[in-house]
């Protein structure tokens, strides 16, 4: 299946717990430099857009696509891997959170360099084999998103295959945008059916694994074990695991 395809069947309550994060946006804004005219690559609902600048948004997933609020910028269907636009059409290319989902994540990163002066990508650090131990709920509910890795590009392999410089972005306790790691803090966030539906990572391991994982957090939640194993987060106000920013 497609990432397109994927997102056709999973994203319809996207926005529930997907938005932009300004603390994340203001990185990533602040990477795009001057550019004014910026195409949005697998764009999903518009989440960090920039305001104030040109933009077209790119997303394969006519679920995705139909999520989109009124007054966003203009959005064409189509994929990273072939992007319809002339060479150098655009000042800076963007791509949010959308990498991993990619069939060929090389060749789309090509094809934004090619459409544009600039490549700003958010993604994670698929080749640090330390992610998926640091964070308690890879490595201690649901080990099987680590099959997803397999045979996916390092961000070495990314960053070389566009000359990026790679920024380490910290997650903030608070995080706005629940994303995979977002609630590394709030355990219990992840019990709502709402929240593990945002992130492909809970389809894609499948309902036994997710009602596994689901029951195991329960448990160590009520019975102080969760905080037991993870006392030293409690004194953090951002994390690191593992999520890069890739610029050209
Ligand atoms: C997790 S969502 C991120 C959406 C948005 N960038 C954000 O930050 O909320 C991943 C998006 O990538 C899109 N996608 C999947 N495969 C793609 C591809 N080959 N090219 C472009 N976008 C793709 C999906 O349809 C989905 O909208």
């Given at each position: 299946m497609s990432g397109g395809q994927l997102y056709d069947t999973i994203g319809a309550t996207y926005t529930v717990t997907r938005r932009t994060e300004p603390?994340?946006?203001?990185?990533?804004?602040?990477?795009?430099?001057?550019?004014?005219t910026?195409?949005?690559?697998?764009?999903?609902?518009?989440?960090?857009?920039?305001?104030?600048?040109?933009?077209?948004?790119?997303?394969?997933?006519?679920?995705?696509?139909?999520?989109?609020?009124a007054g966003a910028a203009p959005c064409v269907a189509a994929a990273a891997e072939s992007l319809p636009f002339e060479?150098?059409?655009f000042d800076a290319a963007m791509a949010i959170a959308t990498v991993h989902h990619w069939q060929d994540p090389v060749a789309g990163l090509r094809e934004m360099q090619r459409v544009a002066r600039r490549v700003?990508?958010?993604?994670?650090?698929?080749?640090?084999?330390?992610?998926?131990?640091?964070?308690?709920?890879?490595?201690?509910?649901?080990?099987?998103?680590?099959?997803?890795?397999?045979?996916?590009?390092?961000l070495t392999e990314l960053a070389g295959a566009i000359g990026a410089r790679t920024e380490p972005v910290l997650i903030p306790w608070d995080c706005?945008?629940?994303?995979?790691?977002?609630?590394?803090?709030?355990p219990a966030a992840y019990l709502d059916e709402n929240v593990r539906r945002g992130v492909s990572g809970w389809a894609r391991v499948g309902p036994q694994a997710e009602q596994r994982a689901v029951r195991s957090l329960i448990d160590d939640i009520a019975s102080g074990r969760w905080a037991e194993?993870?006392?030293?987060?409690a004194a953090l106000d951002a994390a690191e695991l593992g999520l890069r920013l890739l610029i050209t």
């Open positions: 603390r994340i946006a203001a990185r990533i804004w602040g990477a795009l430099g001057d550019a004014r910026v195409v949005n690559v697998g764009a999903g609902t518009g989440s960090y857009e920039p305001p104030g600048r040109d933009v077209t948004a790119v997303e394969p997933s006519a679920v995705m696509r139909a999520q989109r609020p060479d150098q059409s700003v990508v958010f993604t994670h650090d698929t080749s640090d084999a330390g992610w998926l131990r640091r964070f308690w709920l890879t490595r201690d509910y649901l080990p099987e998103v680590g099959d997803f890795l397999v045979g996916r590009p390092s706005a945008d629940g994303f995979l790691e977002a609630y590394w803090r709030r194993r993870n006392h030293d987060l």
